[in-house]
Nanobody, 124 residues
C-alpha cells in the first residue's frame, strides 16, 4: 500500500515555473514506477511524465518535453515535477501516481495508487 500526497501547485503567470512534490508513505516506494498526470475540466486525464524505479529513465509526451523534468529521491520517498515555461494549456489538476509495472506507464489506467491532486493554474 502506498499513500501519495502532492504539494506545490498554485497560480503562476505564463512563462513562469513551478515545482510539484509528491510525498509517499510506505517502505516500498523505491520499487514503484512513478508518474505525473494532469486533468483539465472536461478533458481526460493526460500523461505528463514518468520515471523508472531507480530514476535513471524518464518519459515525457511531446507537449512537455524540454519544459518539464521529473525526478525522484528514494531516500526521501518523494518524486518531483519541475515545470518551466508554463503556458495556459498546462492548467489543470496534477496527480502523482505509483505503478508496480512498466507496462502501460503512460496510461493512467495502469497505475495502482493516486494522490489527491494539486491545482496548477497558468494565467496568460
Amino acid at each position: 500500500q502506498v499513500q501519495l500526497v502532492e504539494s506545490g501547485g498554485g497560480l503562476v503567470q505564463a512563462g513562469g515555473s513551478l515545482r510539484l512534490s509528491c510525498a509517499a508513505s510506505g517502505r516500498t516506494f523505491s520499487t514503484y514506477f512513478m508518474g505525473w498526470f494532469r486533468q483539465a475540466p472536461g478533458k481526460e486525464r493526460e500523461f505528463v511524465a514518468a520515471i523508472s524505479v531507480s530514476g535513471g529513465i524518464t518519459y515525457y509526451p511531446d507537449s512537455v518535453k524540454g519544459r518539464f523534468t521529473i525526478s525522484r529521491d528514494n531516500a526521501k520517498n518523494t518524486v518531483y515535477l519541475q515545470m518551466n515555461r508554463l503556458n495556459a494549456e498546462d492548467t489543470g489538476v496534477y496527480y502523482c501516481a505509483a505503478d508496480n509495472s512498466i507496462v502501460g506507464i503512460t496510461n493512467w489506467r495502469s497505475y495502482d495508487y493516486w494522490g489527491q491532486g494539486t491545482q496548477v493554474t497558468v494565467s496568460s
